[in-house]
């Protein structure tokens, strides 16, 4: 059980990257979850049960991993970054911008800043709720934040 909830929960064991492992479960994300929307092609409904179904297991196992880690956010846990991308994908078609490549690019970015600076409440949900359920709200907030930055740039551009 362990193995596997390692696997799951570092995106493959990408969360095991020595070197900034968030920054590498955010780009595998983006990767994952292109392929998903675009090559797949679910419907909407079942991209929301696979977003909520993901979620529910990822609370579950990372207060699991968390009890034999003795960390309540291990660095290896990277299927957090995952969740807050997939949510940003609902909203793609309100933050396209230019092309793909550009979009993907922007995202990575902004979300990765606001998943390290954690603006409030994003940093009151880190601080305060030491489980699962605060190690993935805390980006799916950087994901919110995201989307908001995204809107704005798309509404100048």
Do not use: C, Q
């Not at 909407?44 to 990822?58: A, C, D, H, Y």
């Amino acid at each position: 059980m362990k193995k596997l909830t390692k696997l799951f929960l570092s995106i493959f064991f990408v969360g095991y990257i020595n070197f900034a492992p968030g920054t590498w479960g955010s780009l595998a994300s983006i990767v994952i979850i292109f392929l998903l929307f675009n090559f797949l092609s679910p419907s909407l409904l079942i991209l929301i049960l696979t977003f909520i179904i993901v979620f529910f297991i990822s609370n579950f196992l990372i207060n699991y991993f968390s009890s034999f880690e003795n960390s309540h956010d291990s660095k290896h846990i990277v299927i957090d970054e995952f969740l807050g991308i997939f949510f940003i994908f609902f909203f793609y078609d309100f933050v396209f911008i230019y092309n793909t490549f550009f979009t993907l690019l922007l995202i990575f970015l902004i979300f990765r800043f606001f998943d390290i600076i954690k603006i409030f409440p994003a940093n009151y949900i880190d601080k305060n709720y030491k489980n699962g359920f605060g190690v993935i709200l805390d980006d799916i907030i950087a994901g919110i934040y995201t989307i908001l930055t995204l809107v704005i740039l798309n509404a100048f551009i």
